[in-house]
């Protein structure tokens, strides 16, 4: 089984700057198979980023995903208010998912 | 638009079966794709219990697959999970999912929060 480990477990920024989320496997993962999810208070998680670089329908561009193999990376350009939420990564393989612990961003 | 929508008890007891279901509108289930059921515990990350896809055809997380059984009813465009001999430690907000392969978890319901307590 394949475990997403998150970092850091919170980001602490303000509006405007950059955030920059790891999430790193225990074994290779197909890039195809690599999601990005954010998730706020009381609502469900909803897909951001999927194939590790490709923005889910009517995500703003200001989201970004890179990596492959065990290294994946979630970056925001510019944070707007809206952004302050919990982020996941997911990962599919082997008939099996699996989900990272989540990164808090909060404001600072 | 795809709406998912989680239906069940929201108190179960120790020892006893926690069933859901999840009618889906704007997509039939026999078009294709997997649907999933995902949980998180209060305060904690989200868990990935199973996907189905509409033959029937079931994948589980290990950790659960001994208590976890998903199926598809296409008649009624919805899928159900059951999981059996709960505990306190399977008190979540269960969602319900589409899963596409090489995109992910693309439309979700909102969420059921289901307590196990005596």
């Known amino acids: 089984e394949v475990v997403l480990t998150q970092s850091p477990g919170t980001l602490s920024l303000s509006p405007g700057e950059r955030a920059t989320l790891s999430c790193r496997a225990s074994?290779?993962?197909?890039?195809?198979?690599l999601a990005w999810y954010q998730q706020k208070p009381g609502q469900a998680p909803r897909l951001l980023i999927y194939?590790?670089?490709s923005r889910a329908t009517g995500i703003p561009d200001r989201f970004s995903g890179s990596g492959s193999g065990t290294d994946f990376t979630l970056t925001i350009s510019r944070l707007e208010p809206e952004d302050f939420a919990v982020y996941y990564c997911?990962?599919?393989?082997?008939?099996?998912?699996?989900f990272g612990g989540g990164t808090k961003v909060e404001i600072k | 638009q795809v709406q998912l929508q989680e239906s069940g008890p929201g108190l179960v007891k120790p020892s006893e079966t926690l069933s859901l279901t999840c009618p889906v509108s704007?997509?039939?289930?026999?078009?294709?794709?997997?649907w999933g059921w995902i949980r998180q515990p209060p305060g904690k990350g989200l868990e990935w219990i199973g996907s189905?896809?509409?033959?029937?055809?079931?994948y589980y997380n290990p950790s659960l697959k001994s208590r976890v059984t998903i199926s598809v009813d296409t008649s009624k465009n919805q899928f159900s999970l059951r999981l059996s001999s709960v505990t306190a430690a399977d008190t979540a907000v269960y969602y319900c999912?589409?899963?596409?392969?090489?995109?992910?978890?693309?439309?979700w319901g909102q969420g059921t929060l289901v307590t196990v307590s005596s």
């Open positions: 189905c896809f509409h033959t029937g055809i079931t």
């Open positions: 194939g590790a670089s």
């Open positions: 704007g997509y039939s289930i026999s078009s294709g794709y997997y």
């Open positions: 997911q990962q599919y393989g082997s008939s099996l998912f699996t």
């Open positions: 074994q290779s993962v197909s890039s195809s198979y």
């Open positions: 999912a589409r899963v596409r392969l090489g995109i992910g978890f693309d439309f």
